[in-house]
């Protein structure tokens, strides 16, 4: 699952704490955006999110995962908490089954958005993808 801190300084954080949830696992902390449905292709679990703002809001590029295979997924949220997965996820995956792309991050230009993301097997690398504004 991805989770969030807040912090005013940079320095000392606190877990993001819905006072509604009071049960275990979500006793202390509650996850942002947790794994998709079971026949989804982040079934599995998520992680290695990426957040930048944007006009309309936030952008979160994170890795998900179903049966050891992962691919880049998108979603967007208006505060940071409640996020909503793109319809057309996953954004970006391997050419085939056998390649994992984890961990993205994204630089974007005036025209042009960069999505950096670490690709393994064969072998580990760092890649990058493009596509224009």
């Known amino acids: 699952m991805i989770g969030m801190a807040v912090s005013v300084d940079g320095i000392h954080w606190n877990k993001f704490n819905d006072p509604l949830t009071t049960e275990h696992p979500f006793t202390d902390s509650d996850p942002v955006l947790t794994e998709g449905s079971p026949e989804d292709w982040d079934g599995g679990f998520v ?43 996953p ?20 025209t042009i958005c960069f999505l950096y993301y670490n690709q393994s097997i064969p072998k580990a690398m760092i890649a990058v993808a493009t596509v224009l504004k």
């Not at 979160?60 to 179903?66: A, I, P, R, S, V």
């Not at 390649?99 to 974007?108: M, R």
């Open 47 to 89: 992680w290695m999110a990426n957040v930048t703002n944007s006009p309309e809001g936030f952008r979160m590029y994170y890795t998900g995962e179903k049966d050891k295979i992962s691919a880049i997924g998108y979603a967007e949220s208006k505060d940071g908490i409640r996020w909503t997965r793109d319809p057309g996820n």
């Open 91 to 110: 954004v970006f995956h391997g050419q085939d089954d056998h390649i994992n792309i984890e961990n993205p991050s994204l630089l974007c230009l005036d």
